[in-house]
């Protein structure tokens, strides 16, 4: 709300100084009808101050563009950071085979920071994780079975976290979602009967 008060303050201030110099440039160009010298120098000051108005116009919207830019840059990261952190957690337990009341709340902590920075659809999967995960660590420890439950549910993750960070990318590409859901659930069934 602050910012399109203020934009609408400068919007407003912009008109007022446009005019007033348009103003005050078409009175010293009538006065000035005599000397042809004269009201070139008025012309050419007119057509320095569109000039100037125009480029600050210009590199203030390229200013704000180049500010979106990199905040969503650094969003990116962000998530990135948090779904490999979280990635790199569930294959620690499941490699330990064994989950301890120190993991529970590291993957709590996840929770909230995935709650922070996941796309809704992410969020959606991952609950249906943790109830594949909570039913399989009840006894605190892992069998083949059981890391076989989790890491298919991790699959699915994956494929929606996958949407989440390069979804746009893969949209623009040779291979539909489906195709790449597919392909990285495979992958990992594969990986696990290895």
Known sequence: MKTVRENLLYLFLTAVVVVG????????????????????????????????????????????????????????????????????????IILEKSVTEEDHVRLQFLTHKLAMVAS????????QFLQVFNRSTRDESLDKQEGD???????????????????????????????ISRQVIDNARESSHG
Do not use: C, W
């Open 120 to 127: 809704p659809a992410v969020l959606e999967q991952y609950q």
């Open 21 to 92: 110099g348009y103003a005050f440039l078409r009175y010293s160009y009538r006065v000035m009808d005599q000397a042809p010298f004269t009201q070139e120098i008025v012309l050419i000051i007119l057509g320095t101050v569109a000039t100037v108005l125009i480029t600050a116009m210009l590199l203030n919207k390229q200013t704000e563009v180049e500010l979106k830019k990199e905040q969503s840059i650094k969003f990116i990261e962000l998530k990135s950071d948090i779904y490999m952190d979280f990635i790199s957690h569930i294959e620690q």
């Open 149 to 179: 439950a989790i890491s298919s549910a991790l699959a699915l993750l994956t494929v929606k976290i996958r949407q989440d960070l390069v979804g746009e990318l893969d949209a623009e590409g040779i291979y539909d979602m489906s195709t």
